[in-house]
């Protein structure tokens, strides 16, 4: 434990909002308005769960082109009376009335990702809304209407506009629909930092909430006005979708990297899984013997990218409709498989997805990758409470602005979900009815002697796992403080040659990467937003860091 807590450089009352240690609770996310609600349902006797739950209302308001209403995601809870994981799978579904081609055109090619990902069809059933309630329920202790008073308050009487919304408005203009301008570009004027923004319609939505549950929404008023918004743009969500969603609460996937426990959402997640196969990779190559900022460093990470997600591509798809090689992918052996292609000389061109099925006596043939384009934002956020339970969220409407569509009167925009699936039939991925696509979100707990020590997550769609994993090795192999860590210029490589990397990578390891046959974007781009906390076990402390890379913050509480 004392590895990945020693050199933390946090301090009661640091001036930096996006640090912070304190002893009686923690919040971190990604919009430092939203950390404050999670903060103050802490200070007034509320649980984690508690905590999450505002703040994912609380985001609804201040981060509406990443999550809210219409969004799904995944809830992790730890239990530290009962010891015990539980994931929580708000996860979006594929309407009753899909049909496997719909992104197929009539000349058989795929319709281009702009088109299939702003019409109404890519709409799935939105779960977060059902999610939050059902881990309130089942773990929570205050009331819904208390916990979405300080969101209303957001909406109704305004905040100023942040840096993020410039960026996510300003680029994005072309997947808004005429409701959606309205509101973020009123009269065609951009929304711009430090505006002054109310949101009547979205309060109106939250007030139903307050007054009439969650059912409101899968049962009643908000759910007639989805339906009916959708159906006038050719949409296929119905209200039978919406009133037959159920939410399922897990067990989660357990793997481990060295002497650390890693705790996290199995399938139809697929984020879950796949950090666990790459931290198996990468734990093979002891990578605190090379610097931090090395080309020996940045080879195997995307070396090692590239090997665990051609598996993903291949094999990962809902349970319930597919056949996934779990056992095989995570096997030792299989693992020991996938590093020997990692060659040190160069990019290994004949890196593909492996056959796992080989390594649970099953005669199923080997995958194939299918690469296609989704989604690239989310929000993740967390907390910690005074009796040490611990809840994340990784919330999404999929797209930067989902889908584009606001429903009209009522303030949130609609995800573009559907758009996880592969687009044509035939692979694990395929979208057929009822069905969840492939997720990458992947909130996780890493646990230390059977103790939890580190809660954290990203968003960033395929980059997830990526994230995540970055940070953990600037945790455990180089034994980081928990801000510098989330910092790190971290990189992203699936199948392609083609590496995606932050601002701050070194010159000369990216020199070096590109003279073994690795390409790099001329302009670097932030991958990811990490939100942490680390859990002294030894003294009591907790230390929370927010990622630059949006306006959020750590705010923790101390006792009196």
């Not at 990397?501 to 390891?509: I, V, Y």
Request: glycine content about 8%; hydrophobic content about 40%.
């Amino acid at each position: 434990m004392k590895t990945i807590i020693k050199n933390q450089k946090a301090r009661k009352n640091d001036t930096n909002k996006q640090r912070a240690v304190a002893d009686y609770g923690m919040v971190a996310s990604a919009v430092d308005e939203a950390t404050k609600v999670g903060a103050a349902v802490l200070r007034q006797g509320g649980n984690a769960m508690d905590a999450v739950v505002a703040v994912q209302f609380a985001l609804s308001v201040v981060e509406p082109f990443n999550t809210g209403i219409g969004a799904s995601g995944y809830i992790l809870h730890y239990d530290n009376n009962k010891k015990e994981t539980t994931v929580i799978n708000g996860h979006s579904q594929a309407p009753k009335a899909i049909q496997e081609d719909m992104f197929i055109d009539r000349d058989g090619n795929i319709i281009p990702h702009f088109e299939r990902s702003t019409h109404a069809s890519a709409v799935a059933i939105p779960g977060i809304m059902k999610g939050m309630e059902t881990a309130l329920n089942e773990f929570g202790t205050m009331s819904l209407d208390k916990l979405i008073e300080p969101a209303v308050a957001l909406a109704e009487n305004g905040f100023k506009v942040n840096w993020q919304w410039d960026y996510a408005i300003q680029t994005l203009m072309l997947r808004m629909g005429d409701e959606a301008k309205a509101f973020f570009a009123p009269d065609g004027m951009p929304r711009v930092e430090g505006e002054w923004v109310k949101n009547p319609n979205l309060a109106k939505t939250l007030r139903i909430l307050q007054k009439k549950g969650i059912d409101a929404l899968y049962h009643g008023e908000i759910g007639d006005a989805i339906v009916e918004t959708l159906q006038k743009m050719e949409g296929i969500l119905t209200k039978e979708d919406l009133q037959n969603y159920q939410v399922d609460i897990e067990k989660p996937m357990t793997g481990s990297y060295k002497e650390y426990e890693v705790v996290v959402p199995g399938p139809p997640n697929g984020g879950g899984p796949s950090l666990i196969q790459l931290l198996k990779i990468l734990e093979g190559f002891h990578l605190e013997q090379y610097q931090v900022a090395s080309w020996e460093k940045y080879y195997v990470l995307a070396e090692a990218m590239r090997l665990t997600f051609s598996d993903k591509l291949a094999y990962m798809g809902d349970p319930e409709f597919v056949d996934i090689p779990m056992k095989g992918l995570h096997h030792p052996d299989y693992i020991k498989e996938r590093q020997n292609l990692i060659n040190w000389t160069s990019r290994n061109t004949e890196i593909d997805c492996g056959n796992p099925w080989l390594y649970q006596e099953s005669t199923n043939k080997k995958g194939e990758v299918k690469d296609f384009e989704t989604g690239g934002e989310t929000t993740h956020f967390t907390a910690v409470d005074r009796w040490g339970n611990i809840a994340a969220c990784t919330s999404s409407i999929e797209h930067v602005m989902g889908s584009g569509i606001m429903v009209p009167g009522y303030g949130f925009l609609l995800n573009n979900d559907l758009t996880d699936f592969y687009p044509e039939p035939g692979h694990n991925n395929s979208i057929e009815p009822k069905k969840y696509p492939v997720s990458a979100k992947t909130p996780t707990f890493v646990f230390k002697d059977g103790k939890p020590v580190l809660t954290l997550g990203s968003p960033g769609g395929p980059t997830i796992v990526a994230s995540v994993a970055q940070v953990l090795i600037h945790l455990i192999d180089y034994k980081m403080d928990l801000k510098d860590a989330i910092e790190e210029p971290r990189i992203y490589n699936s199948t392609a040659p083609l590496v995606w990397w932050e601002e701050g990578l070194d010159q000369s390891a990216k020199n070096k990467l590109e003279q073994m046959g690795f390409e790099f974007p001329e302009l670097a781009k932030p991958i990811g937003n990490v939100q942490a906390i680390l859990i002294d076990q030894d003294h009591g402390d907790l230390y929370g860091a927010a990622d630059s890379t949006r306006p959020g913050s750590a705010i923790g509480l101390n006792r009196e």
